[in-house]
């Protein structure tokens, strides 16, 4: 099992919570509506590509989602900047520490970190991921991560009653995804996130892990877990619009002082 998290309190969904995911879907609509009218632009050159490899019921994995790509998210919306979006590709990638179990007639299992409900979670997540990826629902899919992650430790792991929640929170099919999850689709996308996971080329054994343009750098790691915001400005050498020094001051996760990296490990855990 993981550590719970100290320095949040990652199970606490109180008013300014609540508002929060309310904003994030109510500007997802107007931002949805200005893409309609071809005022997001959309840019394919210089792109940077991050792979986000999790567990879904991981505090940490959750906590990177909700905090630091939630707040990535937010910073997007309340400035009208989701073309932000055109140039940070995010591959999500959820699979974590699963362990290939043999039963006594010699049938094969799945056995994920956090229980039979992490592998239904991972499979909700992954269905989500393959079924909204395009540009046309890419917002909305976001939304729904950062509200599913932030949700689920105050529905008492209920993966079915959050995936219905943030669904209908954010204009998808919950019926789908369900559907999706308990299908062959769903185990096969399971299955291909395993093979991704497993091949990566530096072997890691704690989710959450981060690959940034097929590298994977200890340093842009812990970066991007503390602000992908600050971060993804780094990495673009850039200090106007989003990446001004302002905004990324207003929605900054934390200093190192007083917030708490920790990792799910397989056999353990890591802080």
Same mark, same amino acid.
């Given at each position: 099992?993981?550590?719970?998290?100290?320095?949040?309190?990652?199970?606490?969904?109180?008013?300014?919570?609540?508002?929060? &995911?309310?904003?994030?879907?109510?500007?997802?609509? $107007?931002?949805?509506?200005?893409?309609?009218?071809?005022?997001?632009?959309?840019? =394919?050159?210089?792109?940077?590509?991050?792979?986000?490899?999790?567990?879904?019921?991981?505090?940490?994995?959750?906590? $990177?989602?909700?905090?630091? $790509?939630?707040?990535?998210?937010?910073?997007?919306?309340?400035?009208?900047?989701?073309?932000?979006?055109?140039?940070?590709?995010?591959?999500?990638?959820?699979?974590?520490?699963?362990?290939?179990?043999?039963?006594?007639?010699?049938?094969?299992?799945?056995?994920?970190?956090?229980?039979?409900? =992490?592998?239904?979670?991972?499979?909700?997540?992954?269905?989500?991921?393959?079924?909204?990826?395009?540009?046309?629902?890419?917002?909305?899919?976001?939304?729904?991560?950062?509200?599913?992650?932030?949700?689920?430790?105050?529905?008492?792991?209920?993966?079915?009653?959050?995936?219905?929640?943030?669904?209908?929170?954010?204009?998808?099919?919950?019926?789908? &995804?369900?559907?999706?999850?308990?299908?062959?689709?769903?185990?096969?996308?399971? $299955?291909?996130?395993?093979?991704?996971?497993?091949? &990566?080329?530096?072997?890691?054994?704690?989710?959450?892990?981060?690959?940034?343009?097929?590298?994977?750098?200890?340093?842009?790691?812990?970066?991007?877990?503390?602000?992908?915001?600050?971060?993804?400005?780094?990495?673009?050498?850039?200090?106007?619009?989003?990446?001004?020094?302002?905004?990324?001051?207003?929605?900054?996760?934390? =200093?190192?002082?007083?917030?708490?990296?920790?990792?799910?490990?397989?056999?353990?855990?890591?802080?």
């Amino acid at each position: 099992r993981c550590v719970q998290e100290t320095g949040i309190n990652a199970e606490y969904m109180g008013t300014k919570q609540i508002f929060f &995911l309310m904003k994030i879907q109510i500007v997802i609509l $107007f931002a949805l509506a200005s893409l309609a009218l071809g005022v997001i632009s959309h840019k =394919e050159s210089e792109k940077i590509n991050l792979d986000l490899y999790f567990g879904s019921l991981c505090p940490f994995s959750r906590q $990177f989602v909700y905090q630091s $790509f939630g707040n990535f998210l937010k910073a997007a919306l309340s400035s009208n900047r989701t073309r932000v979006f055109n140039n940070l590709k995010i591959n999500f990638i959820p699979y974590g520490n699963v362990r290939v179990v043999t039963d006594k007639e010699g049938r094969k299992g799945y056995a994920c970190q956090h229980g039979p409900d =992490e592998c239904f979670g991972n499979r909700v997540l992954g269905c989500a991921a393959t079924k909204y990826h395009r540009k046309k629902h890419r917002l909305q899919l976001y939304g729904f991560l950062v509200c599913w992650t932030k949700k689920i430790g105050g529905n008492h792991n209920n993966v079915t009653k959050t995936t219905e929640e943030c669904a209908e929170q954010f204009q998808l099919s919950s019926e789908k &995804l369900l559907k999706c999850s308990n299908s062959q689709k769903g185990w096969e996308i399971f $299955f291909e996130n395993g093979k991704l996971t497993d091949n &990566l080329k530096r072997k890691s054994n704690y989710v959450p892990y981060i690959v940034i343009d097929g590298e994977h750098d200890v340093k842009k790691e812990t970066g991007s877990r503390l602000s992908l915001l600050k971060e993804y400005c780094l990495l673009r050498d850039v200090k106007i619009g989003i990446c001004k020094d302002e905004v990324i001051k207003e929605f900054a996760y934390g =200093e190192v002082s007083d917030v708490v990296l920790g990792q799910c490990v397989q056999g353990g855990q890591r802080q």
